[in-house]
């Protein structure tokens, strides 16, 4: 791996692997094979070994929020009322579909999430009438994002 902690059972040949998966995910595996000149089972294996391991934890799809209508994306910060609700925020969090992903932070806010919305009614809904009314939320700030500069992976 480039600047975080190395995985130990981690070498060149695997870091070659995630980077052509990181690239496309959907590249078959004998594809795979022939680009890295190994065979097709040595790709299976390690692909295998990086799962179990932890280093590749799935395989999915990434959505385009705005050709699903998604014409509001938010970055909202929480502050709890008191520390020990960020956890069981957390849990009720999951179940509003709006909010996609969930990280516990330091500083002001003790959660910061990223909210989808259909147009900001629908973001003023989410907000008032499902996260606020989680036991624990104090208050939130939202960040509207106009758009990503750049997504990526992690460095290999």
């Known amino acids: 791996m480039a600047k975080g902690k190395k995985n130990e059972n981690t070498d060149y040949l695997d870091r070659e692997i995630i980077q052509k998966l990181s690239e496309n995910a959907r590249i078959p595996f004998s594809d795979l094979a022939k680009e890295l000149n190994i065979s097709n089972s040595l790709v299976h294996l390690r692909v295998k070994k990086l799962q179990e391991t932890g280093v590749i934890n799935s395989f999915s799809v990434k959505l385009n929020p705005k050709e699903l209508g998604f014409e509001t994306i938010t970055y909202t910060g929480i502050v709890t009322k008191e520390a020990h609700f960020s956890y069981s925020i957390a849990e009720k969090l999951k179940a509003i579909p709006e909010v996609i992903e969930c990280h516990w932070v330091s500083g002001k ?19 008032y009438e499902q996260v606020h009314q989680i036991e624990g939320v104090g208050s939130t700030d939202s960040f509207f994002s106009f758009g990503s500069a750049f997504e990526k992976n992690l460095p290999v």
């Open 109 to 127: 806010y003790a959660l910061f999430i990223k909210i989808v919305a259909a147009n900001n009614e629908e973001l003023r809904k989410i907000l």
